[in-house]
Structure formats: C-alpha cells, structure tokens
C-alpha cells in the first residue's frame, strides 16, 4: 500500500462553500481516524481577510453545527490549518504564497510535498496553475507538486481540450488530478469488486443474457442556493456529462489486467470510447429534457424552476434528462441503456438496474418472473437480487422475491465518504479514482451533440416536482416495452414511495 507522506495541502477558494462542507469535514474525519500523515498542514488561499486564528474560528464554528464533534480533536486539527489571503488572479502574490509554504515546509518538516487543490470557481482552473509555475511552485525537483481539479472540467468539448493543453504547459498528466466525486463512492468502486471478483455475475454480463440497463441519479431537493451555477450549467453537464456516464463505464468495462491507476483507466477510457454518438434522429426520439414547474408536495408549494434565485424567468435549462444510449461493442451489441437524472424528484436515490432477459421458453402458464440486479450507490447502500420462486400451494404459479445485502449491516466498518476516500488517495499519489484526461474528453465527445442540440429550438417538457420527471421519459422506456424502476429510499421497498 503507498505510504502518506508528510505533506502541505493548498485549498484555493478557502472561504468558498465546497471547501467548508466537504474538503474541511472530510480531511477532520480522516485526522480522527488518523489516516492522515505524521506530520500534515492545509493552507487555505483565497482572497478573503483572515489570518490563522479567524479562518480557524470560522471553520470550527462551521464544524461545531455538527453534534458529534469532539472539541479537542477539533481544537487540534485546527492546529494543522493556515491561512494566505492573496488575490488568486494576480501572478505578484504568488510570491506571498511560495514564501509562506517555505515557512510551514521549515517548521513541520513537509519536505516540499504539496497538493494544490483548486475548489474555485472554474475560471481560474487555468490562471492559478499558470502563476504557479511563475513562481517554479510546480517543479517536483524538490517534493512532490500535485494539482487537483474539481468539476467541471470545461463546459464542452473544445473548452475541455483547451483547459487540458493550458494545464499542460505547466503541469504534466501525472500531476494532473480530476475529481469526480463518484468514483470516490464506496459502492460506485463496489461495483468492480461486484463484477471481477466473483465468477457468478460476469459469464451473464452481456448481451446474450441482459436485456436494458437502467441508471438512476435522482435528487429530491431543487437547486438550493446554486441557481445562478446551475443555470449555465442544467443537469446534462452537472450531473449526466460526469458522474453518471463514470457509473456507466464501471458497469460496462471489461476487467482491467490489474487494479492500478493505468490498466483500470485505459479500460474507462476505452469503453468511454465506446459510446455510440448520436445521431439527429437519437437526439429527436432518445432524449427527454425537462424541468420542474411549481407545484404543491405535501401540502408545501414548491417553487418553479425558473423562480429559483438566480435563475432568469425564461430560462430553458434542463434540470431533468432522460437518455437512451447503446454502447458499440462486442459485449453490449443491441443493449439499451436507459439513464435519468433530475432535481426534485421524488426521493434522492442513485442506483443501477441490470434487467436480464426471460427464460427463452415459457415452461409455466404464468409470466416468467423478472431477474434483476439492483446495485443501490445511495442511500441504504446495498445489492439486491429479484428472482421468481414457486408460490406455496398447488400448481406452478410464480412469485418474484429478492435476496439483498445492505451495507449498514456491516457495523464494523464505516464507510468513508467520496471526499475522505479520494483525499487520502491524493496524498497517496494514487490516480485509480480520478478521471484521466482521455476519458473527461471522451464524456464531452459523447454529449457534445447534445449540447449542439439544445442550441437549436428543443423541447422542454415540464415535470411537477416530487415526479419521477416529465411523463415523456416513461414513453422513452415504455415505446421498447419496459418501465422505469420507481426506486424508494430504502432498497428493498417497491410498492410505495417516501416523498
Ligand atoms: C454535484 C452536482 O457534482 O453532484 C450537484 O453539482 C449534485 O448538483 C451533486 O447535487 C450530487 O452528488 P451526490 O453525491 O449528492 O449524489
């Protein structure tokens, strides 16, 4: 297993929102389970006025909201944060920056190891990297320089070739780190484990035995405060661009020839490579864009889409897409891939359907039980298996019952969050969970002609919230026969479900 080695962390965007519900809480979890290196620092730089002690207060009292705190640790690990305000965009302060890490690099004895992690917003993803190396902060000469890069990673295709090529004059693919938070989801990784390391699954993983595939990334709450973000970006880009097609090429890869950072991402990237483009008639019949209008859940008035702050009245972003995709190789020949994604949907849940297809000759009267392999990502993360049994009593009737396992019922072991899995994998030096360049650029590559689309006169279907989405998306399944799963917030529940 590498070793952590002592090392400085640089959070740009310090004062910002991901810095202070994710980056801080995970980096505190992994102190107290103490999985971070002997000796450790995290400067925060941003352009706000603090000094040490008042970022240190912020932090804590951010922390504090959270009852299962323990002051002393937290007292402690707020001994490991710094503070440097200068202004990001300007290459003068950098300096301010390179003289502070010698000082923190002296005292504690870091060696010159440094993860510049970027959590801004995305138009410095290329300016920070480029005063960096002004100031020779991206030489390895003396300790290791590693840059994180947070989504999005361009906002399309072009955008993403170019942020690469301006990234590369000054770092190069090895120090590069692109974060997509799923792959730090235990059960996303899972579902390797899941596929190569047992001999039942994989002689059925094709097209011979699986009928349609299903992902499902759906989230009850709307926008929030991100409206503005939102906005440029819809759920294609948020949500559908990165995290899902990710869990697509965890279910649709080949096994790689080992489990290291090289032979798992040539096989993303290959599958990704996969992904058969789509055509004016695919973008026409295979694609449902929506988005929520008000209406009234549970006796609350959910507010319209485009009523959100920060979101213009005649917006047309999409905050629902529903997908088919088919993905052109010897495996998955004539597999439908159904992926939906969504703000206020009726619950939040991430989860893949694998439909195998029915026995070839129907032995019983009744209707041949659906097999199906639910692999829950989130909540009550966990697998379940449906299969048909005989119904207790005279004849040969069918009953469909299922066997699940749920993560929960393995006390022991707590799960660590995607950001804690992946924080620790960057001080590892370790690139398995982060997505290669050829990969990012694959994704774009495939949704580009959505994006062209949505240029033209599209439609846009409207969805109440607390809906599984526009009831277009149920004819997207429905005109090839099957239905879309309605997942609950608990795995093994199917007929009801929890607002
Ligand atoms: C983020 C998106 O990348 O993922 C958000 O920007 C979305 O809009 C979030 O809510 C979903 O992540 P998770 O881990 O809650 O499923």
Same mark, same amino acid.
Request: a negative charge.
């Given at each position: 297993?590498? =070793?952590?080695?002592?090392?400085?962390?640089?959070?740009?965007?310090?004062?910002?929102?991901? $810095?202070?519900?994710?980056?801080?809480?995970?980096?505190?979890? #992994?102190?107290?389970?103490?999985?971070?290196?002997?000796?450790?620092?995290?400067?925060?730089?941003?352009?706000? +006025?603090?000094? @040490?002690?008042?970022?240190?207060?912020?932090?804590?009292?951010?922390?504090?909201?959270?009852?299962?705190?323990?002051?002393?640790?937290?007292?402690?690990?707020?001994?490991?944060?710094?503070?440097?305000?200068?202004?990001?965009?300007?290459?003068? @302060?950098?300096?301010?920056?390179?003289?502070?890490?010698?000082?923190?690099?002296?005292? #504690?004895?870091?060696?010159?190891?440094?993860?510049?992690?970027? !959590?801004?917003?995305?138009?410095?993803?290329? =300016?920070?990297?480029?005063?960096?190396?002004?100031?020779?902060?991206? /030489?390895? $000469?003396?300790?290791? /320089?590693? #840059?994180?890069?947070?989504?999005?990673?361009? &906002?399309?295709?072009?955008?993403?070739?170019?942020?690469?090529?301006?990234?590369?004059?000054?770092?190069?693919?090895?120090?590069?780190?692109?974060?997509?938070?799923?792959?730090?989801?235990?059960?996303?990784?899972?579902?390797? *484990?899941?596929?190569?390391?047992?001999?039942?699954?994989?002689?059925?993983?094709?097209?011979?035995?699986?009928?349609?595939?299903?992902?499902?990334? !759906?989230?009850?709450?709307? *926008?929030?405060?991100?409206?503005?973000?939102?906005?440029?970006?819809?759920?294609?880009?948020?949500? %559908?661009?990165?995290?899902? #097609?990710?869990?697509? !090429?965890?279910?649709?890869?080949?096994?790689?020839?080992?489990?290291?950072?090289?032979?798992?991402? @040539?096989?993303?990237?290959?599958?990704?490579?996969?992904?058969?483009?789509?055509?004016?008639?695919?973008?026409?019949?295979?694609? +449902?864009?929506?988005?929520?209008?008000?209406?009234? *859940?549970?006796?609350?008035?959910?507010?319209?889409?485009?009523?959100?702050?920060?979101?213009?009245?005649?917006?047309?972003?999409?905050?629902?897409?529903?997908?088919?995709?088919?993905?052109?190789?010897?495996?998955?020949?004539? *597999?439908?891939?159904?992926?939906? $994604?969504?703000?206020?949907?009726?619950?939040?849940?991430?989860? +893949?359907?694998?439909?195998?297809?029915?026995?070839?000759?129907?032995?019983?009267?009744?209707?041949?039980?659906?097999?199906?392999?639910?692999?829950?990502?989130?909540?009550?993360?966990?697998?379940?298996?449906?299969?048909?049994?005989?119904?207790?009593?005279?004849?040969?009737?069918?009953?469909?019952?299922?066997?699940?396992?749920?993560?929960?019922?393995?006390?022991?072991?707590?799960?660590?969050?995607?950001?804690?899995?992946?924080?620790?994998?960057?001080?590892?030096? @370790?690139?398995?969970?982060?997505?290669?360049?050829?990969? =990012?650029?694959?994704?774009?590559?495939?949704?580009?002609?959505? %994006?062209?689309?949505?240029?033209?006169?599209?439609?846009?279907?409207?969805?109440?919230?607390?809906?599984?989405?526009?009831?277009?998306?149920?004819? %997207?399944?429905?005109?090839?026969?099957?239905?879309?799963?309605?997942? &609950?917030?608990?795995? $093994?529940?199917?007929?009801?479900?929890?607002?």
């Amino acid at each position: 297993m590498p =070793v952590i080695d002592n090392s400085c962390i640089v959070i740009f965007g310090a004062s910002g929102d991901l $810095t202070h519900r994710m980056l801080i809480p995970a980096l505190y979890h #992994l102190y107290i389970d103490q999985k971070l290196p002997t000796s450790f620092a995290i400067l925060g730089v941003s352009r706000s +006025v603090y000094n @040490d002690q008042t970022f240190r207060n912020k932090l804590i009292t951010n922390m504090k909201s959270d009852k299962n705190i323990d002051n002393d640790l937290l007292n402690k690990f707020c001994e490991h944060l710094f503070y440097q305000a200068i202004d990001t965009s300007d290459v003068n @302060d950098y300096k301010l920056l390179k003289e502070r890490l010698a000082l923190i690099n002296a005292d #504690l004895q870091l060696n010159n190891n440094t993860l510049f992690y970027l !959590a801004t917003p995305p138009n410095l993803y290329s =300016v920070i990297p480029q005063h960096l190396a002004a100031v020779g902060l991206n /030489k390895e $000469t003396d300790g290791w /320089k590693r #840059l994180v890069v947070e989504k999005p990673f361009g &906002c399309d295709l072009e955008s993403a070739i170019s942020l690469d090529s301006s990234l590369y004059r000054h770092f190069n693919e090895q120090q590069i780190y692109r974060i997509d938070h799923y792959l730090g989801k235990e059960t996303v990784q899972n579902m390797l *484990v899941l596929r190569f390391a047992n001999s039942i699954f994989e002689p059925l993983w094709n097209s011979k035995y699986i009928d349609y595939i299903e992902v499902t990334g !759906a989230e009850a709450l709307g *926008v929030e405060q991100r409206g503005g973000y939102y906005d440029g970006s819809g759920a294609m880009r948020d949500m %559908l661009q990165n995290h899902l #097609l990710q869990v697509i !090429a965890m279910v649709a890869m080949e096994p790689p020839a080992v489990i290291n950072a090289k032979s798992m991402r @040539d096989e993303v990237v290959k599958v990704l490579q996969c992904l058969k483009p789509l055509s004016q008639s695919d973008l026409e019949n295979n694609l +449902v864009l929506g988005q929520y209008i008000q209406s009234h *859940v549970r006796g609350k008035c959910l507010p319209a889409y485009r009523e959100e702050k920060g979101v213009p009245h005649n917006s047309r972003t999409e905050t629902y897409v529903g997908l088919k995709l088919f993905i052109n190789n010897w495996r998955w020949d004539g *597999v439908p891939f159904y992926l939906r $994604t969504g703000k206020r949907l009726p619950t939040r849940v991430t989860e +893949v359907v694998i439909h195998f297809k029915k026995t070839p000759h129907p032995v019983f009267s009744a209707a041949a039980p659906e097999n199906k392999l639910i692999i829950r990502i989130q909540p009550d993360e966990g697998i379940l298996l449906g299969f048909g049994l005989k119904q207790p009593g005279s004849g040969f009737e069918t009953k469909e019952v299922a066997m699940d396992f749920h993560y929960s019922e393995l006390q022991e072991t707590e799960l660590l969050t995607a950001y804690e899995r992946l924080l620790l994998d960057l001080m590892k030096g @370790d690139a398995t969970l982060f997505a290669r360049s050829d990969a =990012v650029r694959a994704c774009w590559d495939f949704v580009q002609p959505i %994006l062209d689309y949505k240029k033209q006169s599209f439609p846009l279907y409207g969805y109440a919230s607390g809906t599984w989405g526009p009831i277009e998306a149920e004819k %997207l399944l429905n005109q090839d026969k099957h239905q879309w799963r309605s997942p &609950c917030k608990n795995l $093994t529940d199917t007929d009801y479900c929890e607002l």
